[in-house]
């Protein structure tokens, strides 16, 4: 199978590798996949407390080739939006840009669930803290 | 000397031609072009002299016991096909069961599925975790029916070898046809037809630095003489097992290079055993949590199957892809989407299906580079572990069993 030029680029120069502390400030945290099925992604956000914009976003992930770029795509998509933006990133997003095949949506759709693994992980944690952050703002 | 690239290390799907077989076939696309039917003129007895001359080139390989005994088809997936529906229709009057293993390669198994369609019935003998196939299961699996036992020499994914001669001393104790695709074997291991018991043996030039669009069944014509319906009709070439004019210039490159492996067996595969074990040595010792895949010993010299823990195998291909021509048992490399069913009959748990990987070894591979590949391997393989969180959870700790996953 041929490749797009931009898989190739996000496989062999992946943006934001790495993974955060769990229980840093902000962050929250999307595993999703599964092993047996050749697919796991981990995504995290760490979104400024007070402003409630991610600021940093990083993965790791098993899968192949379209699966890496897909998370690597979410993560340079996610940074300096607000957590709301986030929630509007689509799978077919990610399967136009990075001009996925047919066999490829999976890929896209589990990089969409991580993010939206990763916000909900994000509100359960942190929600609360950033609403009182916010009204004591205002 | 100097690498050219990409290197070529998937021998299982096919190999190059030798440049000593095209020079033995060009002549008869050209001058020596007739048609080995024609009877009546010099063209046509030279075509027929070729072919006889290929057939014998080719038996010798196999220890046919006679030449008559080897059928030309289009391929080994012709000559599964003939084999197996041969006997299945020829013998339907005396039983509708067939007994095969799980890790046949596609064309045995799908061949078989149908033929459940039509109402016979197979039994799928399960392999160990090494990949052998248990002679007593055979055995066991045997009924009053069974008509066709049907058993690969050597697995195309994790090289392992099956007990032939024992399943060919079986089969004949129980009076059963024995088919062998003998596919990935023939020509890089000894196969011999008479000492192993084997009844029917498909394979194909291809595999056997000879050309893509020939293949042959052996059909042994005494103790027992096996019969077969024929799959394709027409002229009666074949002595009626498979009629269509002879592709004379690839039966003549088929009969070249199985000369050729006959002559270079011994010292040829001695030094890919030798190279084998360097890149399998290379790698395991390189790296953590890296399998071996198939019997350790029992397995062809120029296999090697591994798989790496946590790295997906089709990203482990996308590294290489631009230098490197190999394998995978990834559901991302095969046209179903589903990971090897070879290696997920090992009962390894199909994550480490996911993560396999083939390299096979073939006559021009050079010990450079087998070293590169090595080197190559190992850098790809730990980058891609850098950013697989399932080696993060493991080097925490957590047993990646102990997580509840959600599959899509």
Known sequence: MAYSEKVIDHYNNPRNVGSFAKDLAGVGTGLVGAPECGDVMKLQIRVNLNTGVIEDAKFKTFGCGSAIASSSLATE???????DEAMKI???DIVNELKLPPVKIHCSV???DAIKAALADYRDKWGKKEAVAGSKAS | M?????IFMDSHSTTAVDPRVLEAM??????????????NHPFGWEAEAAVDKAREQVGKLIGARDPKEVVFTSGGTEAINLAIKGVAEMYR????HIVTTAIEQRAGLDVCK???RQGYEVAYVPVGADGLVDVEGIRKAITGKTILISVMFANNEIGTIQPIAEIGKLAKEKGIIFHCDGTQAVGKIPVDVEAMGIDLLSFTAHMIYGPKGVGALYVRRKNPRVRIAPMIDGGGHERGMRSGTVPVPLTVGFGKAALLCREVMPEESARLKALRDKLQDKILSSMDEVYLNGHPEKRLPHNLN?????VEGESVLMGLNKELAISSGSACTSATLEPSYVIAALGVGSELAHSSIRFGLHRFNTEEEVDYVGNRTIEVVSRLREMSPLYELAKEGVDIKSIQWKAQ
């Open chain 1, 110 to 112: 589990l990089a969409e």
């Open chain 2, 26 to 39: 060009i002549p008869y696309f050209t001058e020596k072009f007739g048609h080995p039917g024609s009877r």
């Open chain 1, 77 to 83: 998509w996610l940074k300096g939006r607000s957590v």
């Open chain 2, 93 to 96: 009057e005396k039983g509708n």
């Open chain 2, 114 to 116: 149908h033929l459940e």
């Open chain 2, 2 to 6: 100097a690498l050219k690239f990409p």
């Open chain 1, 90 to 92: 689509k799978n077919t």
């Open chain 2, 306 to 310: 591994i798989s790496f823990a946590y």
